[in-house]
């Protein structure tokens, strides 16, 4: 009996865990039971040491991406032979493809694709930062000098008195002057479409009014109950004739 109990004893005092110490664990696996090696180098870091020294290759900046750029520079140039420009726009010549890329490099430039169409393509020397900056500054001022142009509408009643045609005249001069188009209609009502002369007469006055300015896009015509003709702004000025005077008469 004795040694039934101490051989107990024993085997509880093993299985018992120190104090102060906490579960075990295996210091080669993670707690999800895989490996835990080294940790891996970061993507896209310079290894260590001092940057290695010599003639550059291609220009070391960061560039946007083949697909975002309008133009193919260097080595995206595929074609065999291309005419080279320099800077400064002096004519060098057409040369293979890869001479002219060699000899942008000498130059801390880079050869851009300016005419893909030409044949051979034409090619310029030049920083392709630069070039795209100014290309994107004429962009924008393109853009903001661009007018879009829209159509205005004035409208008359087939018996339309003289003050209102008058005004309704002036706002279609400043409309004109803006660079949009004016579009003049002339509605009936009910038995008034019997009298569409009226309605062509009144259009042909408003169009005589605005000769000095404008030019016919589109000629009197009829769309359903109503006449209309359309203006355009005519973009050498007429000017008004001169009055003869009493003396040269």
Not at 3 to 19: I, L, M, V
Not at 44 to 73: H, L, T, Y
Not at 187 to 206: D, P
Request: glycine share 8%.
């Amino acid at each position: 009996m004795e040694n039934t109990s101490s051989n107990k004893g024993a085997g509880e005092s093993q299985n018992r865990p120190t104090q102060g110490s906490g579960p075990m664990r295996s210091q080669s696996s993670s707690p999800s039971g895989g490996f835990r090696g080294p940790r891996p180098p970061m993507t896209g870091s310079r290894p260590p040491g001092p940057r290695p020294s010599g003639p550059r290759g291609p220009r070391e900046r960061d560039q946007m991406p083949e697909k975002q750029r309008k133009n193919r520079i260097n080595e995206e140039i595929r074609v065999p032979e291309v005419r080279v420009v320099d800077e400064d726009g002096a004519m060098l010549g057409v040369m293979p493809t890869r001479d002219a890329v060699e000899l942008a490099y000498e130059r801390e430039k880079d050869l851009v694709e300016i005419a893909q169409q030409a044949n051979p393509p034409v090619c310029k020397i030049i920083d392709y930062g630069k070039f795209a900056y100014e290309q994107q500054k004429r962009e924008k001022l393109a853009k903001k000098a661009q007018h879009h142009a829209q159509l205005k509408e004035v409208r008359f009643k087939w018996r339309t008195d003289t003050h209102d045609f008058d005004f309704k005249t002036r706002h279609a001069r400043e409309f004109l002057g803006e660079g949009h188009k004016v579009k003049a209609t002339v509605m009936f009502k009910g038995r008034e479409i019997m009298h569409q002369e009226i309605g062509l007469a009144l259009l042909e006055r408003f169009v005589t009014a605005l000769e000095d300015c404008s030019r016919i896009d589109q000629a009197i015509h009829p769309e359903g109950r109503t006449l209309s003709v359309i203006l355009a702004p005519d973009k050498v000025t007429k000017k008004p004739k001169k009055e003869k005077s009493s003396d040269e008469e």
